[in-house]
């Protein structure tokens, strides 16, 4: 009992653990357990978007603090569409007034936003704000933060496809020069690096269609915390787990040390 108490971490010691010489560059999130969070309080779905909110903003300066230079949010999957439209429609008008509310953060943490997915599908009042922000902070620098919108994997593999086979076909690019390089630069992650660290809450151990290619080498780390729940100590025990895990790429454990 003694050394449970001497040895528990405390919520300190536990962002005094993080190495920041050795940070995960690149952060990825599947923001998962809004609706049961709500469900347990006896109160409708919405009620859980509504304060997964309030875990996005301080997940997003938390990372910015940190020094991560790179951080991306899963907020509404291409399968999302198939919810009930009444949960569509708060999900975007969230959207709409986060957006609103956070300009003024965003701006003054120095955080580029960024969004990810098939754009063109969202409403349109959520995509004019967003592009909107994204005008606003483009010459920030501090962090990147990316919005997977309407986000499938899938339909960015296949779409990366169409256009790298438009331009063999057109003579622009030879098959023989399709490598890594030249599909990641026909991905909406282009401008990003690879992903080092997966972060998803909620207790589910899955993927769903986040990022395929871009993970192929990422530490995974799941939480059973609900996504409204997830504090900076959430995250902080999360870096802390990934530092210490030993990234080998394939070789041995020799080849790295
Ligand atoms: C995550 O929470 C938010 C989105 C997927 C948009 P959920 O809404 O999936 O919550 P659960 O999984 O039903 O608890
Ligand atoms: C994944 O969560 C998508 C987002 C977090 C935006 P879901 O709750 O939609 O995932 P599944 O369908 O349970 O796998
Ligand atoms: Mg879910």
New binding site residues.
């Given amino acids: 009992m003694v050394e449970t108490l001497v040895f528990a971490p405390t919520k300190v010691n536990l962002k005094e653990a993080i190495n920041k010489s050795r940070l995960p560059k690149h952060i990825a999130i599947i ?7 709500a ?1 347990q309080k006896g109160m409708l ?1 919405a009620f ?2 509504e304060n ?1 909110t309030k875990a996005v903003r301080q997940t997003v300066e938390t990372c910015a603090e940190l020094g991560i230079k790179y951080l991306t949010l899963y ?3 291409t399968e ?1 569409w198939n919810r009930p439209k009444i949960e569509i429609d708060t ?1 975007m008008r969230l959207l709409v007034s986060s957006l609103k509310k956070e300009i003024n953060t965003l701006s003054d943490n120095k955080i580029k936003l960024s969004a990810i997915g098939n754009l063109e599908a969202l409403p349109k009042k959520v995509h004019r704000e967003l592009l909107e922000v994204i005008e606003l902070t483009k010459n920030n620098e501090r962090m990147t933060l990316t919005l997977a919108l309407s986000y499938g994997s899938r339909e960015e593999l296949i779409n990366a496809v169409k256009e790298i086979s438009h331009k063999v076909k057109n003579n622009i690019i030879s098959s023989e020069n399709i490598d890594e390089s030249l599909i990641n630069k026909h991905l909406y992650t282009q401008n990003l690096p690879d992903v080092d660290l997966v972060i998803r809450t ?1 207790g ?1 151990q899955r993927i769903s269609n986040f990022l395929l290619w871009q993970i192929a080498y990422a530490e995974l780390y799941f939480t059973s915390v ?2 409204p729940d997830f504090t900076k100590e959430n995250l902080y025990e999360a870096i802390v787990e990934y530092q210490k895990r030993e990234r080998r790429f394939g070789k041995t454990s020799e080849q790295i040390s």
């Fill in positions: 923001m998962d357990g809004n609706g049961r969070w469900k779905r859980g978007h997964g907020a509404f999957s999302n999900l909620s589910e609900l996504w």
